[in-house]
């Protein structure tokens, strides 16, 4: 049985465990499925079909190949390390593959460049897997944050992601391997803190980006956790603090002339189907500065699909009208996320050469 | 009719809004009263005194000097402006007056060490007046972020703190202005935040100091907005903001290797008997990294007096204790207050340095 032709039909390249949710995701989201999964080891790949509920028609390649040769597959899901993203994610690109491509989504800009120039060279659109941005709270934080009376001119924002990865993270997982990851911490996590400060910012890009001076690193040089602090064209100071070494945390606070705003669970939420969010407008410390007027408030947000599902929703919608009405690719997409690649690559400049600043040139 | 001699008799030297705020919290407190205000103008002492429901008993002086020569007051409470903190403080301390000396205490720890000096050789007590240090959840929390299960090893603080002070603050107000408050939003509000990162690193000084690049000034050059990255010597990080532009907003958040604190109110709690916090331990992604375990919890501090009365009936114990016991001065206060000037010392020197790296030699 052929899949639904109305549905992009995805293939899998590579078995990683975020590539389970993903798979979730895709089915879940109601314009997509699934028709093939490789991995290096067919074994593997039968095993990953059969765990994560692919249809019964989805078929399991021992290459990743032989998914970019199925003529049935509209576009590819690439969760593998990062080091190997430039080389697939071009090839797919020029198999007319669309790419959803996992964060971070290249070692540097100049391989994110060539990614993006054979995606627009083939028509195909280009998305990285940055679930947050599809959940519909990251939408109605952003209309908080842009009233110019309830919120006002940006004046800071700082985020925060790490978790506490364990001793087998540490010492085996690809995210501290320099030959697979070599972004380690800041790639992985710092990667969402950077892309919700350019969120914050309505993705202007910082003039200059400054690594804080606590840089961890392994034996083979990987970061393990890092921050860095960004300063913005209008003065607007950003900063962010990212590590494997630290509990679960992940936070975004944005602060601006007449409104605050903050959220604790932006990247995961808490709960699947509700996301909230915290703000304040025109605090003032009360009489005799005796407590503050108004109150914080709480804003809930639900959501019918999680965001990951609203993340392949949309993909998909941008692939079908491609497909179906010869459109355009939409380049917000790539445009954020070579701005977010471009501020990762200034973090490790800047930690390169002892924590000096880095300007940015545009 | 005099005072109970139990009581430690407070005078208040200078009519500041926020001594409208202290003389509360000393009627309010059970081993504090109030025996004298002076201000330049006596008219305004009158005025002070009884707006303030001072006990009739209590003195109203046309000068600071009054209130110095007056026997009856023990201690007093001086909320002048920072720059005329030095020659008040330096006197009150040799005419042996105990001393409650509100921030930012001194212009530099130059300043601050001719206090401290003062008031060792006079055998009187010295205590900055930063409220949140009393207030029963600052404690509480202190125990969540030592518990070595639960919190761990520190990682990093963030703290902020702003307030939209507005046009007439920002034209008139003394914290300003050059002359009167030199440290502008740094030491006005900084030193809570600075303070804030001090207290989660059980008061270890850091080892470098760097302004972030973000700094705003009046045309004065007084200092409206700034912020810093504090490094440890243990590698961990803080973080802070502070700015007279931006929505009233105050918070600590702390980072540990298996927990995570955070708090919204620290400087000032939204409601006056009950002061809440936020913490969780040892947090892992759920299965499939959709969502988390466990959830965050919110835990409630209550306080029988607001946090500012148990300042003064902090300070009073204290001073009760020399008095009839004469007992030494508890050193813990001076000690405390002086590394918070020195880092605010620092921060300000790594802004006229342009924002150069400045370490700490203690």
């Not at 460049?113 to 941005?133: F, K, P, R």
């Not at 009360?286 to 599902?309: D, F, M, R």
Request: glycine share 6%.
């Amino acid at each position: 049985m052929a899949a639904d032709p109305q549905k992009v039909r995805f293939g899998i390249i590579g078995c990683a465990n975020i590539a389970r949710k993903v798979s979730r995701a895709i089915l879940l989201s109601p314009n997509s499925t699934i028709v093939a999964v490789g991995s290096r080891s067919l074994e593997k790949a039968v095993a990953f079909a059969k765990d994560n509920n692919f249809p019964k028609s989805a078929k399991s390649y021992g290459s990743y190949d032989a998914v970019l040769d199925d003529s049935e597959v509209d576009a590819v899901y690439l969760p593998l390390p990062t080091s190997l993203h430039l080389r697939w994610a071009v090839l797919a690109a020029r198999k007319k593959k669309h790419v959803l491509l996992e964060k971070p989504v290249a070692l540097n800009v100049v391989e994110l460049d060539e990614i993006l120039a054979a995606c627009e060279s083939s028509g195909v659109q280009y998305m990285d897997a940055t679930m947050w941005m599809h959940h519909p709270r990251t939408a109605e934080m952003k209309v908080f944050i842009s009233d110019p009376q309830r919120f006002g001119q940006l004046k800071a924002v700082h985020s925060i992601f790490s978790y506490n990865s364990g001793t087998d993270f540490l010492n085996n997982d690809i995210r501290v391997k320099p030959d697979l990851d070599a972004l380690g911490a800041l790639g992985d996590i710092g990667w969402y803190c950077i892309r919700a400060i350019l969120w914050a910012s309505d993705y202007q890009l910082p003039k200059t980006v400054t690594a804080l001076r606590n840089a961890e690193f392994n034996k083979a040089g990987v970061i393990l956790s890092c921050g860095a602090s960004l300063l913005f064209p209008e003065g607007e100071l950003a900063t962010f603090y990212c590590s494997f070494l630290g509990n679960l945390t992940m936070e975004i606070s944005v602060l601006g002339a007449n409104g605050y705003m903050r959220v604790h669970d932006f990247v995961i939420p808490f709960h699947e189907n509700t996301g909230p969010f915290y703000m304040n407008a025109n605090t003032k410390f009360a009489e005799l500065s005796i407590g503050i007027e108004p109150s914080p408030t709480e804003h809930l947000v639900k959501t019918e699909l999680p965001q990951e599902a609203l993340m392949i929703k949309e993909f998909s919608t941008l692939v079908g009208k491609i497909k179906e009405h010869c459109s355009g690719t939409e380049k917000k997409w790539p445009t954020i996320s070579r701005k977010t690649q471009v501020v990762v690559d200034a973090v490790k400049a800047s930690i390169d050469k002892g924590f000096e600043a880095v300007e940015i040139v545009y």
